[in-house]
């Protein structure tokens, strides 16, 4: 199982599958091979939908993201 956190507060965001996972690796920026976090906003989240990211990892995004202009999301493996 996969899942993600809200970075700052530390608070479980929701499990994703692999191929979310993997989206998320291959449309967001990261620092390093082993970079874990990305910063989410409206904009990347467009980014993600129109990638063909599914309904559950896009709610699950625009939940975290709420009002908030962005946020910082990791990912961990159970």
């Known amino acids: 199982m996969i899942r993600l956190f809200n970075k700052e507060t530390g608070a ?7 191929g979310d996972l993997q989206l998320l690796v291959d449309q967001l920026e990261e620092e390093d091979s082993a970079d874990t ?3 989410v906003c409206a904009d990347a989240i467009d980014l993600l939908e129109s990638n063909g ?3 559950d990892l896009l709610n699950l995004l625009r939940r975290a993201l709420g009002d908030a202009e962005g946020i ?5 493996r159970d």
Request: aromatic share 16%; hydrophobic share 40%; charged share 20%.
């Open 72 to 76: 910082d999301v990791s990912w961990k």
């Open 12 to 18: 479980v965001l929701g499990s994703v599958s692999e």
């Open 37 to 39: 976090d990305y910063y």
């Open 53 to 55: 990211a599914g309904a």
